[in-house]
Structures are given as C-alpha cells and as structure tokens.
C-alpha cells in the first residue's frame, strides 16, 4: 500500500511546482518603457506588461522575450 502511495505524492508535488512562474519578471510602466525606447534601449526581456495598452506603440526592433505579455492590447489584438 505505502509503495503505491509515493507516486501520488510525487505527481502532486510535480502539479504544484508546474503552477509556478518559472523565471521573475520585472514591473515596468508603459511611460518607462516607452521612454527607455525612445533613448534608444531594445532589450526589455522578462518585464511584465501584463494587461496593458500597447494598441498605438510603435516598437520596432523590441526584444520582449520571456516578457509577460497576458492581456496586452497591441496593433494585432486591437
């Protein structure tokens, strides 16, 4: 019996680990973003733009990899 109840634990310690963000992200405002865009900086991997408005940005040549981008408006989504 013990023996077959060591997987279950094993597969709830797994679920509860998946449910985890992998890696932090970093708050930026939009105003901060698209300042730190217009002094000419491209890299903003891992910030959290969650649920904002991006419908009117023009950020060609942005680097938002691994950015939380859930709920963000853009051009495409508008």
Partial sequence: MPSR???LRAMAKLTSFQTKPLL???D????ELLRRYIAGERS???VNLCEVDLHN???HGVNLN?????QTRTASSA
């Avoid at 930026?28 to 105003?31: K, L, Q």
């Avoid at 691994?66 to 859930?70: N, P």
């Fill in 5 to 7: 109840l060591l997987p």
């Fill in 24 to 26: 932090t992200t970093i």
């Fill in 28 to 31: 930026i405002t939009v105003e």
């Fill in 44 to 46: 903003f991997e891992r």
């Fill in 57 to 59: 940005a023009h950020l």
């Fill in 66 to 70: 691994q950015a939380d981008l859930r």
